[in-house]
């Protein structure tokens, strides 16, 4: 799970300060991912940065408020997994690493 951060810091210390850098992380070790993150005292603005969606961590017991502080928009990312199209459509991106077009 090292190698993805170090990956993602290069691509971030390249980009615009508010650029989202998704980071390319396999599905099998996405949340010990963000927990290394979380350790490492990262805070949640820079996990927004990296593309972690609002659902992975509401899962890991983080409230809807702190998301919100840390720059998270209602109505933008994964925040809900009742909607199936939702779901579909982030576990297609937590597989894939890339965006589902939602015109598609």
Not at 9 to 27: G, T
Request: net charge negative; aromatic share 10%.
């Amino acid at each position: 799970v090292f190698t993805p951060l170090v990956d993602w810091l290069r691509h971030f210390r390249d980009s615009s300060r508010e650029q989202v850098i998704p980071a390319v992380v396999e599905k099998q070790h996405r949340t010990a991912w963000i927990r290394m993150m979380l350790a490492l005292s990262f805070e949640l603005c820079y996990l927004r940065l990296a593309g972690i969606e609002p659902i992975e961590l509401l899962n890991l017991g983080y409230s809807e408020e702190v998301l919100l502080d840390a720059g998270y928009e209602k109505g933008r990312g994964r925040w809900d997994m009742n909607n199936l199209s939702d779901w579909a459509s982030w576990l297609v991106t937590m597989v894939t690493g890339k965006p589902v077009n939602a015109s598609s």
